[in-house]
């Protein structure tokens, strides 16, 4: 069975870091793109940073301004997703997707196949 896994969130300070995980099983990540997503309060899920399966090629959402670095290590089957320089407007659920089409670049939610339950990610002092 295929699954994916977040973990790593919780309550940071504005200005603080966290590393995100997404640990996948079922699967091997030599076969997916893996994206990472986020949904703020009252807000619609959004993009934020894809890596390719070979985690030769990245891309980021312009609006992250290099606060945000996706790595992977496949043989460990997990993606992180490292964030510094947070902000309030970072607060939301993060989840991590996998995809298999030639479009996982693009970072948007229907590109994505399986997908993980999420993890909190809260910014405030």
């Known amino acids: 069975q295929l699954q994916l896994v977040e973990s790593g969130g919780g309550l940071v300070q504005p200005g603080g870091s966290l590393r995100l995980s997404c640990e996948v099983s079922?699967?091997?990540?030599?076969?997916?793109?893996i994206g990472w997503f986020r949904r703020a309060p009252g807000k619609e899920r959004e993009g934020l940073s894809s890596?390719?399966?070979?985690?030769?090629?990245?891309y980021y959402k312009e609006f992250l301004k290099g606060r945000f670095t996706i790595s992977r290590d496949n043989a460990q089957n997990t993606v992180y997703l490292q964030m510094n320089s947070l902000e309030p407007e970072d607060t939301g659920v993060y989840y991590c997707?996998?995809?298999?089409?030639?479009?996982?670049?693009?970072?948007?939610?229907?590109?994505?196949?399986?997908w993980g339950q999420g993890t909190q990610v809260t910014v405030s002092s």
């Open positions: 079922g699967f091997s990540l030599d076969d997916y793109a």
């Open positions: 890596i390719s399966s070979s985690g030769g090629s990245t």
């Open positions: 997707a996998a995809s298999s089409s030639i479009s996982w670049y693009q970072i948007v939610t229907n590109v994505y196949q399986y």
